[in-house]
């Protein structure tokens, strides 16, 4: 099993560039999430989403955008990248919320 | 008030000693309570969900306090293989289910020989 799968792993965009961070698991897990780490600040929910078609906005969503069309993919959409979204973008996926959630390994973005 | 709060930390420990960390959360609507390990640049990995009436899992001893909104994590015989970022999770639901997760900042342990 692939289990969460991210890409790009690493990427530099310039300010208001879009770009779409893409996210797939094989669990068939339902619930899927997209958190930001910035260092001293932990990580942070972005959007949320417990199944296809059924997204919801976390703690920090502003500039981006989710969509979830299906049970395996869950991207995260940039709509004009800025500096402050200069961060390490995790997407994480559950079989329920709960029960622990499993991390993908990560996309550090860089937006200059 | 930080709605998951943690020791930064760095605690330093010798190898073979037992450290407990703690952390509190603000959310009484906080419902599923988790630790996860962080090595430096990488993904958060689940070391155990955290239950009421205690759970273990080898050297690793999990407690939640639903009164004090209070949980602890407990390492005996340490390994240098500890050494990690140990992160406190919190998960909220609301009416239309879990709400996805709410991190601490993490406490940094550092295990040396």
């Given amino acids: 099993n692939a289990g969460v799968t991210q890409t790009p792993k690493f990427q530099v965009l310039k300010t208001g560039q879009s770009m779409t961070l893409q996210c797939a698991q094989d669990m068939n897990h339902e619930y899927m999430s997209w958190y930001r780490q910035d260092p001293g600040m932990g990580l942070r929910l972005i959007h949320y989403s417990v199944g296809a078609g ?4 976390g703690e920090v969503p502003n500039g981006y955008n989710v969509s979830r069309s299906t049970t395996e993919d869950f991207p995260l959409r940039l709509l004009s990248a ?12 559950s079989f329920t919320g709960n029960y622990g959630y499993t991390f993908g390994s990560g996309t550090r973005l860089t937006v200059v | 008030r930080k709605e998951v709060e943690q020791d930064p930390g760095p605690f330093n420990v010798p190898e073979g000693a037992t450290v407990a960390f703690n952390c509190t959360y603000s959310n009484s609507a906080s419902q599923s309570f988790f630790w ?20 273990e899992d080898g ?3 999990a407690q939640l306090n639903r009164a004090s909104q209070y949980i602890s994590l407990l390492i005996r015989d340490s390994k240098l293989s500890d050494s990690a ?3 406190c999770v919190v998960n909220k639901y609301s009416g239309g289910g ?16």
């Fill in chain 1, 54 to 57: 059924i997204t919801d906005q």
């Fill in chain 1, 82 to 93: 800025a500096p402050s979204q200069t961060s390490v973008y995790f997407c994480a996926s």
């Fill in chain 2, 36 to 55: 996860y390990r962080q090595d430096c640049r990488k993904e958060p990995k689940l070391l155990m969900s955290v239950y009421s009436s205690g759970n």
């Fill in chain 2, 59 to 61: 050297r690793f001893t």
């Fill in chain 2, 85 to 87: 970022t140990y992160l």
């Fill in chain 2, 98 to 113: 879990a709400d996805g997760l709410t991190f601490g900042k993490g406490t940094h342990l550092i295990i040396q020989p």
